[in-house]
C-alpha cells in the first residue's frame, strides 16, 4: 500500500451532514461512477445530494466522509435494510440459499463507497468502511458489487465479505452481487 504524505481525516456524521459536504460527495460521487467500468449518467449520479440526505436521516444512516487537505476525497454511506425496500426485496428473493436469515432491522446496507481515483490503493477505503461499521448495534452488513467491477468485488472479499448472491438490475443489463459480513467487522 503507498502512503499518503500529508494526513487523512474521517468524520463520521450521524442523522445529517451540512449541505457542502454532500455538494463535495456528489462530485466525487460523479468522477467515480460516471467512468468506466460504470458509466452511469452523471445527472442521475449527481442527485445523491437529494437522496443522500434522507438515506442518512433514516434509521442506520450514517456517513463517512474522508478529507485531505480540506478536501472530500473518499465517502461511505449507510443505511439500515429494512429502510430500503428494493434491499430487501433483493436479499429476501436470495435467503433460501443461505442457512442463517439475516433480520432487516439487524442489517446495514452499506450503499456507496467512492475513492477519488487519485488516492486509490492508500486504504482509504478500507478506512472509511471501518468508521461506518464500527460501533453499530446491527448484526450483519450487505453491499452490493455490479458484474462488471471484479476487483472491487475482490477487494471486500479480502476483507471478508461473502457472497450472497446474485441478481439482474437496471432491466437486466447489470448483475450486481450482494456481499455479506458479520458484524463487528474486525477486518
Not at 47 to 64: K, T
Not at 129 to 148: K, M, N
Not at 156 to 161: I, K, L, N, Q
Amino acid at each position: 500500500m503507498r502512503e499518503i504524505h500529508q494526513e487523512v481525516d474521517y468524520v463520521r456524521f450521524e442523522n445529517v451532514a451540512p449541505d457542502e459536504v454532500w455538494g463535495e460527495i456528489a462530485d466525487l460521487f460523479v468522477s467515480s461512477f460516471a467512468a468506466p467500468p460504470y458509466n452511469e449518467s452523471p445527472s442521475d449520479l449527481h442527485s445523491i445530494a437529494q437522496w443522500g440526505p434522507d438515506q442518512l436521516a433514516s434509521p442506520g444512516g450514517r456517513l463517512v466522509a474522508a478529507s485531505h487537505d480540506k478536501q472530500v476525497i473518499g465517502f461511505a454511506l449507510s443505511q439500515r435494510l429494512d429502510q430500503d425496500i428494493s434491499w430487501r426485496r433483493r436479499v429476501d428473493a436470495m435467503l433460501p440459499a443461505r442457512d442463517a436469515a439475516i433480520m432487516p432491522s439487524r442489517t446495514v446496507i452499506v450503499q456507496e463507497l467512492a475513492v477519488r481515483e487519485s488516492f486509490r490503493g492508500h486504504g482509504i477505503a478500507k478506512q472509511c468502511i471501518r468508521e461506518l461499521l464500527s460501533s453499530r448495534t446491527e448484526h450483519d452488513a450487505v453491499l452490493g458489487v455490479f458484474g462488471q467491477a471484479p476487483q472491487v468485488k475482490e477487494m471486500y472479499t479480502r476483507w471478508g465479505f461473502s457472497e450472497l448472491g446474485t441478481c439482474l438490475i437496471y432491466g437486466g443489463t447489470v448483475t450486481l452481487h450482494a456481499l455479506h459480513q458479520r458484524l463487528p467487522w474486525m477486518a
